[in-house]
T-cell receptor, first 116, second 109 residues
Framework: DVKVTQSSRYLVKRTGEKVFLECVQDMDHENMFWYRQDPGLGLRLIYFSYDVKMKEKGDIPEGYSVSREKKERFSLILESASTNQTSMYLC???????????????FGSGTRLTVV | GQNIDQPTEMTATEGAIVQINCTYQTSGFNGLFWYQQHAGEAPTFLSYNVLDGLEEKGRFSSFLSRSKGYSYLLLKELQMKDSASYLCAVWSSWGKLQFGAGTQVVVTP
């Protein structure tokens, strides 16, 4: 069974902390994505990566960075957590090009982050 | 700019049919996806449309009109387990999906 695994289901962090969210996929997908999901706003793209060591800003990259040292792993980093980063974070992966049409994205189960 | 609109919530009874509309304005278009998301779970892929017309998959069908920037997801013979959020997403460019805010479907007995 193909999987996208996010390391934590729930996290509580303090304002100002550096936070790492980890995502691992076992499908040999080229593309990986980080979204946050908030009520009434839907999923908003933070960063994505189409290859190892490659990264591109999404629609809301401010306050975040990412790392992709290996094909299967994509990390989201909150440099200095703030209360407005309290959200559900979803990782996703996909094949490149037409593979997206055939299979779409595969999502992880999400990490609910609370910053206090 | 990018805009994907869908209703916030819809309620229907078990056995009925519900149609969830999605309108979009995006800078690029390579296809439209529908995802289902149960509370607390990951979104799961339902359908993909790139050509105009209706695609049927069992109880679920999805329709696309590219000239109108419009799609709908049709859920037939509703079951309680269909209570979920349904997300419309446009593949706009470079492998990126732009999502609508989601439509919460509530199925009542």
């Amino acid at each position: 069974d193909v999987k996208v695994t996010q390391s934590s289901r729930y996290l509580v962090k303090r304002t100002g902390e550096k936070v790492f969210l980890e995502c691992v996929q076992d499908m040999d997908h080229e593309n990986m994505f980080w979204y946050r999901q908030d009520p009434g706003l839907g999923l908003r793209l933070i960063y994505f990566s189409y290859d190892v060591k490659m990264k591109e800003k999404g629609d809301i990259p401010e306050g975040y960075s990412v790392s992709r040292e290996k094909k299967e792993r994509f990390s989201l980093i909150l440099e200095s957590a703030s209360t407005n980063q309290t959200s559900m974070y979803l990782c996703a992966s996909s094949f490149r090009g037409q593979g997206i049409a055939n299979y779409g994205y595969t999502f992880g189960s999400g990490t609910r982050l609370t910053v206090v | 700019g990018q805009n994907i609109d869908q209703p916030t919530e819809m309620t229907a009874t078990e056995g009925a049919i519900v149609q969830i509309n999605c309108t979009y304005q995006t800078s690029g278009f390579n296809g439209l996806f529908w995802y289902q998301q149960h509370a607390g779970e990951a979104p799961t892929f339902l359908s993909y449309n790139v050509l105009d017309g209706l695609e049927e998959k069992g109880r679920f069908s999805s329709f696309l009109s590219r000239s109108k920037g419009y799609s709908y997801l049709l859920l037939k013979e509703l079951q309680m387990k269909d209570s979920a959020s349904y997300l419309c997403a446009v593949w706009s460019s470079w492998g990126k999906l732009q999502f609508g805010a989601g439509t919460q479907v509530v199925v009542t007995p």
